[in-house]
């Protein structure tokens, strides 16, 4: 039985796509980044777009967040992603960097709910000290949400490399793709 490891990838870039568009396992990925003291940091992020040409996708997050500034320092990040149903993992890794596009930018702000945009016009820094969790409820700006404000941060990630685990079957297998200069090629690996 022959293993085209162009198929395997783009079967990724499908899982990838439609995570975009509808709720998948890989809406919401785990995203590694390393902190100013060389300790790692890992949150979960939600997929807001996917690319194909080149490879890379798009999250938000709160400009005064950790994670940006970590990004600054080291745009080398990893995401990681589970599909419990098909016992299947994902890893993702490649160079993060803000998108200063302002109508992509603005495009993904208009995408997002209403609930999720107010929490741009909190006046507190993401990971700040609260001594009452109510305050937040009321502590949002009533602002036009047509446009992002300046908080509103927009990450791409440019994919280098990915690898995929599929545990559903004996023997597992496990695949590894990497960017080159000629486009992807990818090889198996020893689950």
């Known amino acids: 039985m022959a293993h085209l490891p162009d198929a395997h990838l783009q079967a990724i870039w499908q899982k990838l796509t439609h995570a975009v568009s509808a709720r998948s396992p890989f809406t919401l990925m785990q995203l590694a980044s390393v902190a100013e003291n060389a300790q790692p940091k890992i949150r979960t992020i939600v997929l807001r777009d996917f690319s194909l040409a080149p490879a890379s996708l798009l999250f938000t997050t709160d400009v005064r967040s950790a994670k940006v500034q970590e990004m600054r320092d080291n745009p080398q990040v990893s995401l990681l992603g589970w599909d419990a149903e098909n016992s299947f993992q994902l890893r993702l890794e490649g ?25 741009f016009y909190s006046p507190d820094s993401p990971g700040g000290i609260l001594d009452d969790p109510d305050a937040l409820r009321s502590g949002h700006a009533s602002a036009s949400l047509a446009d992002p404000p300046e908080n509103f941060a927009l990450i791409r990630i440019m994919i280098e ?5 599929d545990v559903s079957s004996e023997p597992h297998q496990r695949r590894e793709f990497l960017l080159q200069a000629n486009g992807w090629t990818g090889r198996w690996l020893v689950p």
């Open 161 to 165: 490399r990915v690898e995929s685990l």
């Open 95 to 119: 160079k993060a960097g803000c998108v200063d596009e302002g109508e992509l930018r603005r495009t993904v702000w208009q995408k997002l709910r209403p609930a999720a945009q107010q929490l």
